[in-house]
């Protein structure tokens, strides 16, 4: 049974990332026009190149916004490769960023008290 449900998750997240082809290429688009338009700009000198390339990232960022749907095509993405793992029997660990106790910007207000006494 469990191996069913699995195959049909797959099954169903399959057709959802392959119906949403459009709108991850259109995100795709945009996060390189965001990506350009981030890296011209720190690299540029002019005013007037600094303008073009923030109206470029700017577009890239309005684009994306408009590419919600791929959001779901990303999730079924995601779905698909936990899945994947399941249907292996390996297990799925999602990486996360964890704070470090030491980094002094976790505790703001702590190290400003030390600095001002």
Known sequence: MRKFLLFSG??????V???LVGPLAGLLFSGVL???GMHFYISSQSTFTKIIWITVGLIGVLSA??????MVGLAAIAILYVIYKKWNGESVKIP????K???PFTN???EWSNLTK
């Open 17 to 19: 990332a392959l119906a």
């Open 96 to 99: 996360t960023i964890e704070a």
């Open 10 to 15: 797959g099954i169903i997240a399959a057709i």
């Open 65 to 70: 916004i408009s590419n919600v749907p791929a």
């Open 108 to 110: 703001f207000e702590k």
């Open 34 to 36: 965001v990506a350009l």
């Open 101 to 103: 106790e030491e980094d």
